[in-house]
């Protein structure tokens, strides 16, 4: 298990830096991330963790500085990465009772984030990720990676293609033709407005030309497809 502590107040940003630290370390050794978000330095008991492995902690916000000398202290070996301004000297954090492994400098940026978690995790524990596991694509002005195993299906609507995850989805510019050539080997296309991700189909009803996904959704499956499905895929019917 890795332990991790938040502090930071905003709702934006706490959700970008889960987002994206639960994508960096999902190709790490089947451990659970247990993360503790703190929004006080009242609410900072130190006795009652048993670890901290990591703490993402905001100096920006009231107090933010001595949370992370309390961390520190607690827990001579956690990594901590700092979120600062330009406002802020180097020189309060830059010291042995903070000992920053990582930092970030708002505004915060996903490209941003993104890097400095990643890197901030490999030098803590070196992760085998690469290039090749994840799909790369911009969201707006945004450069974005998603790991391959989080996605469902791409789908074809609007004149855009649509990554589906299980809570959300991100829409681009491109072809499915295109795309279906560039995708691992559990990418298969099953209809001409969808590419399935086969390690979440749950069951395939051939005779109703139904793909059933794990999480309960239902997807079209085109005769002209059925047999490259039908060579990964046992079905029903």
Not at 83 to 102: E, F, G, H
Not at 186 to 202: D, E, G
Not at 221 to 235: A, D
């Amino acid at each position: 298990m890795i332990s991790m502590l938040i502090y930071c107040c905003k709702q934006n940003e706490i959700e970008l830096l889960q987002e994206i630290t639960k994508d960096v370390i999902a190709y790490q050794r089947d451990e659970i991330l247990n993360i503790v978000m703190i929004d006080t330095l009242e609410n900072l008991k130190i006795d009652t963790y048993e670890n901290v492995d990591v703490a993402y902690v905001d100096i920006t916000q009231e107090n933010g500085l001595q949370i992370a000398k309390e961390i520190r202290s607690g827990f001579p070996k956690a990594e901590i990465l700092i979120i600062s301004d330009n406002n802020i000297s180097p020189m309060q954090y830059l010291t042995p009772d903070v000992r920053a492994a990582s930092l970030l400098l708002k505004p915060l940026t996903y490209s941003m984030v993104e890097k400095g978690i990643r890197e901030l995790f490999e030098s803590w524990c070196p992760l085998d990720i690469s290039p090749k596991d994840f799909f790369s694509f911009e969201d707006g002005k945004e450069p974005r990676r998603i790991p391959y195993s989080h996605i469902l299906y791409f789908e074809a609507r609007n004149r855009r293609v649509y990554i589906r995850l299980q809570n959300k989805e991100y829409g681009i510019y491109g072809a499915l033709d295109a795309l279906e050539s560039m995708l691992p080997a559990q990418f298969k296309r099953c209809h001409r407005s969808y590419i399935v991700n086969t390690l979440y189909i749950s069951k395939v009803w051939y005779s109703k030309n139904i793909i059933i996904m794990k999480n309960n959704e239902e997807m079209p499956l085109s005769r002209s497809y059925k047999t490259v499905i039908k060579e990964v895929v046992k079905g029903e019917g």
